[in-house]
Nanobody, 120 residues
Framework: QVQLVESGGGLVQAGGSLRLSCAAS?????????VGWFRQVPGKEREFVAR????????YYAESVKGRFTISRDNAKNTVYLQMNSLKPEDTAVYYC????????????WGQGTQVTVSS
């Protein structure tokens, strides 16, 4: 059974940093075509944050986080990270990691989410 588990969320002041982790079990991240991070605020739709492609490691970011967030992977630890720097109050959300077997189409697997709260 495939399972994704996020960790690393918490409360941080504006301008601070957090690193989120997404650990996979039941399947290695290297076997997925793409792993992404998303976030959601209550009452709003889930929004894309960043993604990394397994083949070559190409990354892509939402404009709102470009230059502040970095997605990376450690295949040996079967973990994908989201390093978040220069955090802003508007980054407050529940952050989810997701994975899919193809570079197109919807994500197949989702984690349970981790709360990130940025105080002003």
């Amino acid at each position: 059974q495939v399972q994704l588990v996020e960790s690393g969320g918490g409360l941080v002041q504006a301008g601070g940093s957090l690193r989120l982790s997404c650990a996979a079990s039941g399947r290695t991240f290297s076997s997925y075509a793409m792993v992404g991070w998303f976030r959601q605020v209550p009452g709003k739709e889930r929004e894309f944050v960043a993604r990394i492609i397994a083949n070559g490691g190409s990354t892509y970011y939402a404009e709102s986080v470009k230059g502040r967030f970095t997605i990376s992977r450690d295949n040996a630890k079967n973990t994908v990270y989201l390093q978040m720097n220069s955090l802003k109050p508007e980054d407050t959300a529940v952050y989810y990691c997701a994975a899919k077997s193809q570079t197109w189409g919807p994500y197949d697997y989702w984690g349970q989410g981790t709360q990130v709260t940025v105080s002003s």
